[in-house]
């Protein structure tokens, strides 16, 4: 079974709850699904983040018994374990748009607590695509984009979410970067030079198997970064 | 996380100080399309034609010249050595760099060097 077939699997499992209005699919599958007929040919970590908006917890909670093939973990009840090897985990993050993008909370609850991780607050929704069947919401493209780069990205799976904001960066449009631009000067200073820190960080990371190429993109890169300061220099 | 928060802010403040150095480096390696370690009598050979060496050079200990020069002229350096543009020993090692910017990028730098403080 390839990892696109358990992705699909763990959507078709997971399907009365990415149907819920206002769930989302974030994280690291997003890029992978973005590709034609959701090829899935990025190698990340074997798990699908699904994005609860707090204000759709409750409604949310009421399908939990809908979802096929998946329980609870033991030590982490927002984490659901696939019952075989035939399906990815599944992360149940929350979203809260008034929140902090530096900051997070937990959302406490006994069926579903929910790590409501900041940086999603500057997420939006986007379009919904048809993965053989279920309806699944993605993100816009520029809200994902930039909680990638503004969020601290250390280590070996903080230079593997780089690249994946790469992979974002590489199918955003003119729109989308506008957007980009548009949220970025709305950030904090603080928040903007992480930004531009991680972009840097970006242009200088040497390829990886089964990830977007940085050398290919490294004008772009660089392009994005000028663009940007200049935005900071406005908003300072 | 209210402990990264507080990291961050701190680093935020830091950036014109000396501990942004990597940053500071860092953002002008993201406008190299390409870098080469070239011998030092040609990297002052470049400055004596009027090229700025890049302020974050002498940031770091020991100190490294830095400059952009246009792929022409670094064609005409005879001992220039090509390196990855990335954070690696053999980049940091190099005690001169030059550095040729992307096409829609920054203009080769002129003049004097200027000071951070």
Request: charge should be neutral; proline fraction near 8%; aromatic fraction near 4%.
């Amino acid at each position: 079974m390839t990892f696109r077939d358990r992705l699909l699997a763990t959507i078709r499992a997971a399907r009365p709850v990415l149907e819920q209005p206002g769930v989302l699919v974030v994280g690291s599958e997003v890029p992978n699904l973005l590709e034609p007929d959701a090829a899935a040919t990025l190698i990340v970590s074997q798990d699908l983040d699904i994005g609860v908006p707090v204000d759709c917890h409750a409604a949310v909670k009421l399908r939990l018994g809908d979802i096929r093939d998946l329980v609870p973990s033991a030590d982490e009840p927002s984490v659901w374990v696939p019952a075989s090897r035939d399906l990815l985990e599944v992360n149940f993050v929350g979203i809260d748009p008034t929140q902090d993008p530096s900051e997070a909370y937990v959302l406490e609850d006994e069926r579903l607590p929910l790590l409501v991780f900041g940086a999603l607050s500057l997420i939006e929704p986007g379009a919904a695509i048809d993965i053989e069947g279920t309806r699944v919401r993605l993100p816009r493209p520029a809200g994902l984009l930039l909680e990638k780069l503004v969020t601290d990205r250390t280590g070996d799976k903080g230079e593997r979410d780089l690249l994946v904001a790469l992979g974002l960066l590489w199918t955003s449009g003119a729109d989308d970067l506008q957007e980009l631009e548009d949220s970025f000067a709305r950030l904090r200073p603080e928040l903007r030079h992480a930004v531009c820190s991680n972009l840097t960080i970006l242009s200088l990371l040497a390829p990886r198997a089964g990830m977007p190429d940085p050398l290919a993109r490294r004008a772009e890169v660089a392009a994005l970064l000028r663009r940007l300061e200049a935005r900071d220099r406005e908003s300072a | 996380m209210r402990s990264r928060v507080l990291v961050r802010s701190w680093d935020y403040r830091q950036r014109r100080h000396a501990r942004g150095v990597w940053f500071r480096l860092r953002r002008i390696l993201a406008d190299a399309a390409l870098a080469y370690a070239i011998p030092r009598e040609d990297a002052l050979g470049l400055m004596a034609e009027g090229l700025r060496a890049e302020p974050v050079g002498q940031e770091l200990h020991p100190p490294r010249l830095i400059l952009f020069a246009s792929r022409g002229r670094i064609a005409k350096i005879a001992g220039a050595r090509p390196l990855h543009v990335r954070l690696e020993a053999e980049l940091l090692a190099a005690e001169c760099l030059a550095l040729i910017p992307f096409e829609a990028g920054p203009p080769v730098r002129r003049g004097p060097t200027p000071t951070r403080r």
